[in-house]
């Protein structure tokens, strides 16, 4: 079965500032939480993303198991959008769309994370009872520490 979560954020900052910071994957160690262990561990990464960009990472969601995440960054659109496509990983499936929006009052940064659970047909029961819970505190957090950076 396929899920998917959204989630908003505004953010009182001009677009161009708030690109640069989630389009470069150094940053993502600052909004992810201290005990998921997360390190990237890709040679020389640039500083910001482009389409094809391979990004391998360790982290630890789980009783502090290290597992390999890959992600492939599959779309680019300037100041306005990426995706990011699990390649190899702990979920059957995972597509993670970041978009940018103008509002008066800022920048709303929204997520869009459609994910297939590991476990196949126990993935269910897992995601009701674990992953759906844990992903929306991770974007707590992610929201927490945003607010915390530009405010």
Do not use: C
Not at 17 to 43: E, G, R, V
Not at 74 to 91: A, C, L, M, N
């Amino acid at each position: 079965m396929i899920y998917q979560i959204k989630r908003n954020l505004l953010i009182k900052s001009d677009v161009k500032t708030i690109w640069d910071f989630a389009s470069n994957p150094q940053n993502l160690k600052k909004i992810t939480p201290d005990y998921m262990n997360f390190k990237i561990t890709s040679p020389e990464l640039n500083s910001q993303i482009y389409e094809g960009m391979i990004i391998e990472y360790t982290v630890s969601p789980m009783m502090k198991i290290p597992l390999t995440w890959v992600t492939e960054i599959t779309h680019v659109h300037e100041h306005k959008s990426f995706i990011d496509e699990q390649r190899f990983g702990p979920y059957r499936m995972w597509h993670h769309e970041h978009i940018l929006k103008r509002e008066k009052k800022g920048v709303v940064m929204e997520d869009i994370v459609t994910y297939v659970p590991p476990f196949g047909i126990i993935g269910k029961f897992v995601n009701s009872i674990y992953l759906k819970k844990k992903l929306h505190q991770i974007f707590d957090y992610r929201e927490k520490k945003m607010n915390q950076i530009f405010s």
